[in-house]
């Protein structure tokens, strides 16, 4: 069904909180571990007592160092502490402490594909990135939700966890775009270890700025920004800016004059997930609003040349790149092929590329991995470095089971699953021969065999029911575990061509 074009187009601008993956909190040494009891992971500091002092996690910084270089930002020299002020029941200082002006990362990008169809072909985009930056969380509201208005609760365990806030540009157009970009910095992020970027445990948060920009009257008529929090999972991002965007061209189309950006003030909505709808909110504070100054308890931090080239060396291969090397020879893979296993992460890329050496062809490792692997995976709900078949057992399961029905290959393959067995025992407990094992004088007899007995079959096909072949087919096969396929069935047609 063809997609007709919006009468406008779709801007949107994302912040994305990630929490880094430390052991420790950013400015103390109170653990940071998921689902603790609450308030069991607290100290003076992350409680803001009077008269404590921070000290910066050097591990937190070097994590989100790599982050940014992976994010092709550039690193700043200097960077400092500064104090965001604003009152909150779940942050007890009365101030987050974040960066303000000086951020230690700013302007870079990153590449997603913004193809129509991702499954078909891959047109590279670039989103640019404004900046990324370090702060501490805040703690957690526990809200009464039996309606009976009981009391609210705070659990703390949370405050002063490390948190890295990525800006994009306003430079995604679509809800698709959306969701491939956010789906792109969470494979990023896990594969270089900075985060697990689990949303529903909320170490990888998500709010949109989203407006349109409508032709009009020989111009360009932007609306004000919405800012839509509360999106906690990537496909309700994509469901929140499409119809979040729908409802501005309504607001638009009913007051053209005024409902204009720069005309309203910038507001918050809350997605509904449920309902599929957003709840415009308050007015957006300013940054002025917050106060923003210095925090004059840590001292700034030096970059240093060696350091960042540390965190180079730390982050690896991008799956950016990764890509683009499986398309490349030897693996000459599909653009959805590599991005495919790409997405699935390096080790499975270094089982495949294992895998592909063995055979002498990528293409078909690729095929056989997505046929045999990547299912069985998904069926274990399983890792790669969990799975009972080693790269090397299963290059051998291909060239010893190559030609042989396809049925007994799930055979083989699901023993070698449940024993961790190698291709050769899986055969012989099956009682499977190699294809190698027959020879053509033998199957060429088996399937005369195979015609006397099934007399039936044979005068039905004679008769025109070509589909009868396939009686006999299955009686060989049955009678020769193993044989190769393409033979019997060559065999067959000359044996029944004889008439
Ligand atoms: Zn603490």
Known sequence: MPVMPL??????????????????????????????????????????????????????????????????????????????????????????????????SSDGWLEINAAVDPKKDYRPKKVGIIRAHLEEDAGKLLHDETGRGGDSKVDLNRTGTPLLEIVSKPEINSPEEAKAYLEEIRLMLREIGVSDCEMQEGSLRCDANVNIHVPWEGGTAATPLVEVKNLNSISSVGRAIAYESARQYAEFQKDPANYRFGQVLKRTAGWDDARGVTVVQRHKEEAADYRYFPDPDLVPVVVSESEIEAARVAMGELPARQRKRLQAEPYALSAYDAGVLTAKGRKLVAYYEQVAAAVGDGKQAANRLSDFVLSALNERKEAIDQFPVSSAAFADFLKQTTGIAQQD???????????????????????????????????????????????????????????????????????????????????????????
């Open 7 to 104: 009468p406008y187009r779709i801007v949107v601008g994302l912040e994305v909180h990630v929490q880094i993956l430390t052991d420790t909190k950013l400015f103390c040494g109170c653990r940071t571990t998921f689902g603790a009891p609450p308030n069991s992971q607290v100290c003076p500091v992350c409680l803001g007592m009077p008269g404590t002092l921070p000290v910066m996690n050097r591990r937190a910084f070097e994590l989100a160092l790599r982050a940014a270089l992976a994010l092709n930002c550039k690193i700043a020299g200097f960077t400092k502490w500064d104090r965001k002020n604003y009152y909150y029941p779940d942050l007890p200082k009365n101030y987050q402490i974040s960066q303000y002006d000086l951020p230690f």
């Open 409 to 499: 290959r799930r055979g083989v393959f699901q023993f070698m699953l449940e024993h961790a067995s190698d291709a050769g025992t899986a055969m012989k407990a099956l009682n499977i021969q190699p294809p190698s094992a027959f020879d053509e004088r033998a199957l060429r007899a088996a399937v005369r065999e195979a015609m006397a007995a099934n007399a039936q079959a044979v005068e039905d096909f004679r008769k025109g029911k070509a589909a009868a072949a396939n009686r006999i087919k299955g009686h060989v096969m049955k009678a020769n575990k193993g044989a190769p396929n393409d033979v019997v069935q060559r065999l067959l047609d000359e044996e029944l061509a004889k008439g």
